[in-house]
């Protein structure tokens, strides 16, 4: 028997991770100064990292911040598993 969407879940996402959240002026830099989804900010620190070929090289773990990404992290490395602890200080919502 074929499962029917209830309208619980077709309803869009807005909670947790979905919830809108806005930028600090530093990370705004970096994502964009517009409220956006915790998801979608994190998203675009990624594309920001790879564009910028960001990683290391030889531990693709490991992010070498640039000017912009020191202000956020307020170091100049951090781990991938770091980054969100660092991005955590940088939103409001």
Request: overall charge positive.
């Amino acid at each position: 028997m074929a499962k029917t969407p209830t309208a619980k879940s077709d309803a869009p996402k807005t909670g947790g991770i979905f919830a809108p959240i806005q930028p600090s002026p530093e990370l705004g830099a970096i994502v964009g100064n517009d409220k956006l989804p915790r998801s979608e900010v994190i998203s675009k620190v990624w594309e920001y990292i790879k564009k910028n070929d960001l990683q290391n090289p030889e531990n693709k773990r490991e992010i070498v911040a640039d000017e912009a990404l020191k202000k956020v992290f307020g170091k100049d490395r951090v781990t991938m598993f770091e980054m969100n602890k660092h991005l955590a200080g940088h939103m409001k919502a």
